[in-house]
């Protein structure tokens, strides 16, 4: 990572941080560099007008102010084509429309050169990809009814062929194991949770009616301990 770069990347986890800050030592280990050059940055940063304060203690830290306007938030070349490799490298991920349509918003407030850079690092990145695992239409529909809570009509083939039609199910979970992505979700025909492979699932239809609130960990257990959702930290 360039100083440039760096100096974007110190902003951003100084703002993630909000008042609790982060030691010189914690963002030197963060981007591989010294303390000493960390400093160097932070004032650097300070010279061009970056709100940001020093902490006493031991090891010395650094804030931003509090409700200081701050310059949008930037990506590096590298963050961006990091985005771009998750996406390709699972093409099966749940919202995985978004976090196309997200990556695009990302290019596209990037610099030309900022761009090239991140298609040079891009073409250094192979993965062998297939049809076979794409992403079914019908999982995009699905996405929306996991985030709007709200009730989906699926035609549904199980592992024999044998066909269901005109399934209510309300979804409640996206789980990947095996090789496959699975919605979990609580089957009113059958009046229990259910799984159901995604690329099983011939047919999906929208509703506007709302799920019932359910725990996930009752209706299907506690999951295993090499399976532990996705949280998102600063």
Known sequence: MNR????YAITNALHGAGAVGRTAAWLAERFEVSTRTIKRDVAALEAAGVPIVS???RGGGYQLMQHAALPPVSFTAAEATAVAVALAGEPQLPFA???????????S???R???AEAKRIGSQVWMRQSNATR?????????EALRSRTVAI???ADGQGRLTQRRSVEPMAFVRTRHHWHLLA????RRAGRWFRLDRVRKARATREPCEPRDLNEVFGEPPEDALPVVLRT
């Open 55 to 57: 902490q006493d203690g």
């Open 186 to 189: 609580w089957c009113r025909h």
């Open 135 to 143: 992403r079914p239409a019908s999982a995009r529909l699905l996405d």
């Open 4 to 7: 440039t770069d760096r100096l």
């Open 113 to 115: 050169e900022q761009r």
């Open 109 to 111: 407030a990037m610099t």
């Open 97 to 107: 429309a978004d976090g196309g349509a997200a990556l695009q918003k990302l290019l």
């Open 154 to 156: 699926i035609d549904y």
